[in-house]
Nanobody, 129 residues
Framework: VQLQASGGGLVQPGGSLRLSCAVSGSNLDYYAIAWFRQAPGKEREGVSCISMRDGKTFYADSVKGRFTISRDNAKDTAYLQMNSLKPEDTAVYYC???????????????????????WGQGTLVTVSS
């Protein structure tokens, strides 16, 4: 499985960006896709995840109400729509796929667990005026 994240860039506070995670190499129906981020000098943080099978979603408290995760199974792609961006959202964002699925992500991704099946290369989001 290969993951290709894209869509990062420079945006002003209050602005929006949409990240994409294109996945190839496997049938995604039984996977979940998650987004993690790592800011300079900070620990990696789980942001959101989605079940590719039924679309269930999960958000970390830090992004709830501002970020929306979605998927397009026909395109084997997951998205992260980020609105009302803040300077503290500045980070490299990584998309991750794991066959253990949605339940595994929700049980682990906000508890400092980072051992997942497949990681993409990361895309930089900078929120600054």
């Amino acid at each position: 499985v290969q993951l290709q994240a894209s869509g990062g860039g420079l945006v002003q506070p209050g602005g929006s960006l949409r990240l994409s995670c294109a996945v190839s190499g496997s049938n995604l129906d039984y996977y979940a896709i998650a987004w993690f981020r790592q800011a300079p000098g900070k620990e990696r943080e789980g942001v959101s995840c989605i079940s590719m099978r039924d679309g269930k979603t999960f958000y970390a408290d830090s992004v709830k109400g501002r970020f929306t995760i979605s998927r397009d199974n026909a395109k084997d792609t997951a998205y992260l729509q980020m609105n009302s961006l803040k300077p503290e959202d500045t980070a490299v964002y990584y998309c991750v796929a794991d066959l253990r699925g949605y339940g595994y992500f929700t049980a682990t991704m906000t508890r400092g667990v980072f051992e997942y099946d497949h990681w993409g290369q990361g895309t930089l989001v900078t929120v600054s005026s």
